[in-house]
C-alpha cells in the first residue's frame, strides 16, 4: 500500500476545556513541508456569523523525562543496594 501524503493537510478535533475559558476550542496538528504545527482555533462571533480564530505554532515533543533522566543513571533508588 503506498504511503500517504500529508504535507500541507491538517485536522482539528475538540478540546476539553477543563474549565479553562482561554484554552482553544479545538486543538490539532498540520504538516507543511515536511515540518509539522500545531494547530490551536477559538471559535469567535464576529458581525457576520460565527469564525474561528487559527494560531498556528512549531510542534514540540513533550516526551515525559524517565527516571534516569530525572536522577541520573548512576543513581540508585532508595532502599535499593547496589
Not at 504538516?31 to 494547530?39: M, S, T, W
Amino acid at each position: 500500500m503506498p504511503e500517504y501524503d500529508n504535507n500541507m493537510r491538517g485536522v482539528l478535533f475538540q478540546n476539553d476545556k477543563r474549565g479553562n475559558e482561554k484554552a482553544p476550542d479545538m486543538t490539532g496538528r498540520c504538516e507543511v513541508d515536511n515540518h509539522e504545527y500545531r494547530l490551536a482555533a477559538w471559535l469567535r462571533q464576529g458581525k457576520k456569523g460565527p469564525y474561528l480564530s487559527i494560531s498556528i505554532s512549531e510542534f514540540q515533543n513533550k516526551e515525559q523525562p524517565t527516571f534516569e533522566d530525572l536522577v541520573g543513571a548512576s543513581e540508585t533508588p532508595k532502599g535499593e543496594d547496589k
